[in-house]
């Protein structure tokens, strides 16, 4: 049975589901948009970073994820990778394990799904297994919301605030 939210409500739940299973400290969600990746949801937001925070393809392992279409998963110390990019707008950069999933819909990926630890933390295969399916069953979600609204990405999120 399906209920009737909006985009703000499905991406607080995706956030507290995936922290809920995972046991993670952070969860941020980031959408494509004119080529960049836009932060469009985090359990602990920051007005300033929602809708503005914005990563180019070829940066950050969110870049990189989105990319190469690929999981990455590090358990710790994940801000020495030497494909991180740090913002200190997030406090969650200095957070030890990083687990991110691309977020696709109709073959394409449409965004990045992060789970960040503060300490280190071995990803089991069951959680990495998880974020994969999340990451593919929320692409349809936020495709379809960003038709319906018939609005870009930042306009979506920019409502959100």
């Known amino acids: 049975m399906a209920k009737e939210l909006s985009l703000k409500q499905v991406l607080s739940a995706i956030n507290a589901l995936v922290l809920e299973f995972m046991h993670g400290d ?3 969600l980031y959408m494509l948009d004119k080529g960049d990746l836009v932060l469009c949801s985090s359990n602990n937001p920051s007005p300033d970073t929602l809708g503005s925070l914005r990563l180019r393809m070829d940066e950050g392992l969110t870049g990189w994820v989105a990319r ?5 998963a590090i358990s710790k110390e994940a801000y020495l990778d030497p494909r ?3 913002f200190v707008e997030l406090p969650e950069d200095q957070y030890e394990a990083f687990l991110s999933a691309p977020i696709i819909a ?3 990926v449409v965004g990045v799904i992060n789970v960040q630890v ?3 933390h071995i990803f089991l295969g069951e959680e990495m297994e998880t974020l994969t399916t999340v ?3 929320v ?3 936020l495709s379809l919301a ?3 609204a018939k609005e870009d990405i930042c306009t979506l999120v920019s409502a959100l605030a």
Do not use: A, I, M, Y
């Not at 190469?68 to 990455?72: H, I, N, S």
């Open 118 to 120: 503060r300490k280190p």
């Open 146 to 148: 960003r038709l319906e």
């Open 135 to 137: 990451g593919e069953q």
């Open 84 to 86: 991180f990019k740090s």
């Open 139 to 141: 692409g349809v979600l």
């Open 26 to 28: 952070s969860c941020l």
């Open 106 to 108: 109709r073959n394409k």
């Open 68 to 72: 190469e279409r690929r999981l990455v």
